[in-house]
C-alpha cells in the first residue's frame, strides 16, 4: 500500500525558507504513469496546488508562487521536497504532499496526512 | 488560470437524501474534472476521477457526471460519514485549480 508522510520543521520565521520533504514508501516514485506534488491548505480555507514533479525532475509550479518555489526529487531516496522561500504569514497552511496518477486523469490518489506549517516570529 | 466555482457553498441535508453538487469551470476542461471529500482535520480522499470514473472502494451511492465546463457529483442516499466538505478539482492544465468546496452537513 502507497504511503507517503511530510516531514520538516512546524515553525518558520518570516522571510526564511520553509523546507519539507515528502517520503514515498509502497511503490516506486520512479515510474511514468505517476508524479508527485505539493498541495496547501491555509487554515479554514480551500486547497492550493502548489506544483508538481515527475521522477526525471521535470517540474511545474502554480505561477501564483513560482518566484519562491523549488521542488525537487531524490529518487534513491524515494523523497521529493519542497523549498517556498520569504514566507510570510499568508504561507501559514496545511501542506500536504501527493501522487497524480497520469492515467486517471492526473488525479491525485493518495496523499500524505499532511503537516501544519506557522510562519511566525 | 481556470477557475472552479462549486455550488452551493454549504448544504443541509438529512440521512437518506439524494444531494447533488455542481462544480463549474470557467473553460472547457473536457472530462479532467475531479472529486475529493475532505473531514475534519484528515488528509482529502479521491473519490471520482475523470468526470465520471469512480475510484475503487468508493460506494456505488457517489457518482458524477459532466464535460466541458458542468459537472456533478450526486450522492444517491446519504450515510452519515458522508457529511464532510467536498471538491472539485480540473487537472486539464496546470495551474491546476481546485473549486472553494462544498460543506455538507447534517440537517
Known amino acids: 500500500q502507497l504511503q507517503l508522510q511530510e516531514s520538516g520543521p512546524g515553525l518558520v520565521k518570516p522571510s526564511e525558507t520553509l523546507s519539507l520533504t515528502c517520503t514515498v514508501s509502497?511503490?516506486?516514485?520512479?515510474?511514468?504513469?505517476?508524479?508527485w506534488g505539493w498541495i496547501r491548505q491555509p487554515p479554514g480555507k480551500g486547497l492550493e496546488w502548489i506544483g508538481s514533479?515527475?521522477?526525471?525532475?521535470?517540474?511545474y509550479y502554480n505561477p501564483s508562487l513560482k518566484s519562491r518555489v523549488t521542488i525537487s526529487v531524490d529518487t534513491s531516496k524515494t523523497q521529493f521536497s519542497l523549498k517556498l522561500s520569504s514566507v510570510t504569514a499568508t504561507d501559514t497552511a496545511v501542506y500536504y504532499c501527493?501522487?497524480?496518477?497520469?492515467?486517471?486523469?492526473?488525479?491525485?490518489?493518495?496523499w500524505g496526512q499532511g503537516t501544519r506549517v506557522t510562519v511566525s516570529s | 488560470d481556470i477557475q472552479m466555482t462549486q455550488s452551493p457553498s454549504s448544504l443541509s441535508a438529512s440521512v437518506g437524501d439524494r444531494v447533488t453538487i455542481t462544480c463549474r469551470a470557467s473553460q472547457s476542461v473536457t472530462t479532467y474534472l475531479n472529486w475529493y471529500q475532505q473531514k475534519p482535520g484528515k488528509a482529502p480522499k479521491f473519490l471520482v476521477y475523470s468526470a465520471s470514473s469512480l475510484q475503487s472502494g468508493v460506494p456505488s451511492r457517489f457518482s458524477g457526471s459532466g464535460s466541458g465546463t458542468d459537472f456533478t457529483l450526486t450522492i444517491s442516499s446519504l450515510q452519515p460519514e458522508d457529511f464532510a466538505t467536498y471538491y472539485c478539482q480540473q487537472s486539464y492544465s496546470t495551474p491546476y485549480t481546485f473549486g472553494q468546496g462544498t460543506k455538507l452537513e447534517i440537517k
Open positions: 501527493a501522487r497524480h496518477n497520469y492515467y486517471s486523469s492526473n488525479c491525485l490518489d493518495y
Open positions: 514533479i515527475y521522477y526525471s525532475g521535470s517540474s
Open positions: 509502497g511503490d516506486s516514485i520512479s515510474s511514468s504513469n505517476y508524479y
